[in-house]
């Protein structure tokens, strides 16, 4: 009767387990190089007992582009002055009574609005690659599964 008892317990405690594949933690980052996890206020996790999602490490990813910028424009007015007075002094040859030809030219020349107005756009496409910064950091606080009756942990997300 006792062995009886017992393969019942222990059909129950497996029949647990395979309901319940994996346990779901709690873990504060202490360290990023070398990444150190503290889960619970004793057991800190190192790289070998890690497993890491996407969502908690920097990952390059391919993009297609296919969009143009906004129009930018720039509108001015543009101006120039010219003021000067000019004097000519002409004398006659031969000049027996010393006379001069005085000629005076007075001039105010004025250059204005010589407007400017630049409109301009670019165009963007193509395949880029752009680097995503998911990485851990100290102190982030995460999701972690610890896989039942292993020494695997997967972290799954931060918490925000």
């Known amino acids: 009767m006792a062995d009886i008892i017992e393969v019942i317990k222990k059909a129950s405690m497996e029949a647990e387990e395979q309901s319940s594949p994996a346990n779901i933690l709690y873990g504060t980052v202490i360290s990023v190089n070398p990444i150190q996890i503290q889960v619970e206020q004793k057991m800190v996790l190192t790289k070998e007992f890690l497993i890491f999602t996407k ?3 920097d990952y390059d990813v391919q993009i297609s582009l296919d969009w143009n910028t906004s129009n930018e424009s720039i509108n001015d007015t543009h101006t120039h002055n010219l003021e000067g007075n000019m004097q000519v002094i002409s004398t ?49 606080k995460v999701i972690l599964l610890q896989q039942r009756g292993g020494q695997k942990f997967v972290v799954l997300d931060k918490i925000y």
């Open 55 to 57: 969502n908690v490490i």
């Open 92 to 140: 006659i040859e031969p000049n027996d009574n010393n006379q001069e030809i005085i000629n005076e030219i007075t001039s105010n020349l004025s250059i204005q609005n010589a407007n400017i107005n630049i409109e301009h756009s670019h165009k963007v496409n193509g395949t880029k690659i752009i680097t995503i910064h998911n990485g851990l950091k100290q102190n982030d």
